[in-house]
């Protein structure tokens, strides 16, 4: 495999092996191109606005693909580095924030294992 942390190599790879995959499965990319086009559509939202969220997405799910992909549409789209960095603190918050939420979850699971001992 080649060097990943070249963002444009990643980018290239992807491509080809999107298409590739979409010569064995042609109707689940489709529905992914459908879907990641569907949103714009509404005209609620301007593009640069919708690659700044996607960016906070890829933060937040761990996406590769979607960090390169979407990194080249932001610049398309003229989101500056600050615009971008602040789209990410978002992201930053929302996991430390669902860490918080979900500690709790496992904190109420424990006490009701602990009770179910009684």
Do not use: Q
């Amino acid at each position: 495999m080649s060097d990943w942390t070249d963002w444009n190599e990643r980018r290239a790879h992807l491509g080809k092996a999107i298409g590739n995959y979409a010569s064995v499965s042609p109707d689940t990319v489709s529905a992914i191109v459908s879907l990641n086009g569907a949103g714009e559509k509404s005209g609620h939202l301007d593009g640069k606005t919708r690659e700044l969220i996607a960016l906070a997405v890829a933060a937040t799910t761990r996406c590769d693909g979607c960090i390169t992909i979407h990194a080249e549409e932001a610049v398309k789209a003229g989101a500056t580095r600050e615009e971008i960095g602040e789209a990410l603190s978002v992201a930053i918050a929302l996991n430390a924030g669902a860490a918080l939420v979900y500690s709790t979850r496992i904190m109420d699971a424990f006490d009701a294992a602990v009770a179910g001992k009684k």
